[in-house]
């Protein structure tokens, strides 16, 4: 798309954070012996990600752009073999050879870094590249799985973390449907609501696994968007919360970025949904690649996969479709209990829920 809204759609973790606003509020804020240690942990924290992503930066501005490229480009985009890949990159401007590639990859001890899309290897190539550059190039299979492992205890981090911030909020929704279910120390609501988060998670990790473009092209923009608009959920109960305790005059503080977050990413999800466009539409994708597959316009390997292609823009565009539905009823609800605080109309006071205490140690260790 162009580069408004999408550029604060792509850069999803840039100045707001939808995930790290959910996991600061459900579990960081559990990890607190102190009130004041909250502005050390939570802002000290996002500069030291912050950091993270300059490393990011300078590792990919370290590779050569052709190595870049074929490195982080799918198969299904530049061809499934080496020379195909290889002519396809180069074809872009960005001259590359398999010779190049090979040695690469025996530098790194891997098999082949064609097609090894999701950031991690190209992070990793170019950390160890900067080491190899430092202390010697002998050690630079050393300092690439280094880097590897790095980013998996950072992923698996975040995985848990999102897991169980999502099993609080399963519970307490199930929970009014069976009271027993809210229960995080009762072990079957602990075992229920654990596996299908996982399974919701595990399966999307699984179609971006299975995708023939690569799970990066179908699954980053709804992680951006989804990301942004849980961020707008977090500003909209921030301002709710400012408005109610009587602190209106600073409502402006929350409530103009969620102006901004709110228009820009309905602006990204429509034009996701929408647009004619098949580069940029989900819909529009898929019924191009059905009227492709009806007409046999396509040759016999990108048909074989033609229908899991369409499945994944539907299921990408019912779940945008889903989020703005979501983000928009928790504003206008917002805006409605606002306004009848203002004009002093009755509303549900706030309340803190008294501290729960999980069992589940006390339980495992009896």
Wanted: charged share 10%; with cysteine.
């Amino acid at each position: 798309g162009e580069v408004f809204p999408f550029v604060f759609i792509t850069i999803a973790y840039g100045a707001v954070s939808g995930f790290h606003a959910l996991i600061s509020s459900g579990t960081t804020s559990k990890l607190l012996a102190n009130e004041r240690d909250i502005r050390m942990i939570g802002y000290g924290s996002m500069a030291l990600e912050s950091f993270v992503g300059i490393m990011a930066m300078i590792a990919a501005c370290v590779l050569d752009p052709g190595v870049f490229f074929a490195i982080n480009s799918p198969a299904g985009v530049v061809g499934a073999t080496a020379r195909e890949a290889v002519n396809a990159i180069s074809a872009w401007g960005f001259p590359v050879t398999v010779a190049q590639m090979e040695e690469l990859a025996r530098e790194m001890g891997e098999t082949t870094l064609f097609a090894r899309t999701g950031g991690a290897p190209s992070l990793a190539v170019g950390m160890a590249s900067i080491f190899g550059s430092a202390f010697g190039d002998r050690l630079l299979a050393v300092w690439y799985h280094f880097a590897i492992m790095f980013e998996a205890l950072f992923i698996l981090t975040a995985l848990d973390a999102g897991t169980r911030v999502g099993r609080f909020m399963l519970q307490d929704l199930l929970g009014n449907l069976w009271k027993p279910l809210s229960q995080t120390s009762w072990y079957p609501s602990v075992l229920l609501t654990s596996g299908l988060v996982v399974g919701a998670w595990g399966y999307f990790l699984y179609i971006g696994v299975i995708d023939p473009n690569g799970g990066v092209n179908i699954l980053w923009p709804l992680f951006g968007i989804s990301n942004q608009m849980l961020a707008a959920i977090a500003l909209s109960v921030a301002t709710g919360i400012l408005v109610k305790s009587g602190k209106l005059k600073y409502a402006w503080v929350t409530g103009a970025p969620l102006a901004w977050l709110a228009i820009i990413t309905t602006t990204a999800a429509w034009q996701k949904i929408a647009s004619d466009d098949p580069g940029v539409g989900f819909l529009a994708g898929a019924s191009e690649l059905a009227a492709q597959l009806r007409s046999g316009a396509l040759p016999l390997e990108e048909a074989a996969v033609a229908p899991q292609l369409i499945f994944n823009q539907r299921l990408d565009a019912g779940l945008t479709v889903f989020f703005v539905i979501v983000v928009w009823v928790i504003i206008i609800d917002m805006l409605r209990l606002c306004y009848r605080h203002i004009q002093g109309m009755p509303v549900r006071p706030l309340t803190e829920t008294p501290h729960a205490p999980t069992r589940l140690t006390e339980r495992s260790t009896a």
